[in-house]
C-alpha cells in the first residue's frame, strides 16, 4: 500500500489559497465549474480539487486553470517570465550537474 505524503502547513495554506483565488477568477468572469473545465481539458472533479486545495492535481495543470481565470502566479509578464527563464537556464549551464552528499553530519544545534 502507498503511504500517503504529508505536507507543511506552509504549503498547505498556499494550495488553499491558489485554490480560493483560482474559484474567486472563475465566478467573477462568469464561467460555470463546467466551462473551465471543458476549457483547461480536465474533469469537474479534477477542477474542484483544484478550488479546495487539493495535493493531487498536477502542477501544470493547476497552473493552466490559473492562467485561464486570470490568476497571476508571478508579478511580471509573459516576455518577464521568458527573460527569467532564459537566465535561469544560463545560471543552471555553470552549476554542476549533480551535487554529491558531503558526508558530514550537519551541526543544526543553536
Same mark, same amino acid.
Given at each position: ?44 472533479? !479534477? =477542477? ?5 486545495? /487539493?495535493? +493531487?492535481? %498536477? @502542477?501544470?495543470?493547476? #497552473? ?28 543552471? !549551464? =555553470? ?5 554529491? /552528499?558531503? +558526508?558530514? %553530519? @550537519?551541526?543544526?544545534? #543553536?
Amino acid at each position: 500500500m502507498k503511504r500517503k505524503r504529508s505536507y507543511s502547513r506552509v504549503t498547505q495554506h498556499a494550495l488553499s489559497l491558489l485554490g480560493k483565488l483560482i474559484r474567486v477568477g472563475r465566478t467573477e468572469r462568469g464561467m460555470t465549474a463546467q466551462e473551465l473545465a471543458d476549457r483547461a481539458g480536465i474533469s469537474r472533479t !479534477t =477542477l474542484y480539487s483544484i478550488e479546495r486545495g /487539493s495535493t +493531487g492535481p %498536477e @502542477v501544470g495543470v493547476v #497552473f493552466e486553470v490559473a492562467a485561464i481565470v486570470g490568476v497571476r502566479l508571478f508579478q511580471c509578464d509573459e516576455r518577464t517570465l521568458a527573460m527569467h527563464n532564459a537566465h535561469l537556464d544560463e545560471k543552471l !549551464t =555553470l552549476l554542476p550537474q549533480s551535487v554529491r /552528499s558531503s +558526508g558530514k %553530519e @550537519v551541526d543544526d544545534d #543553536f
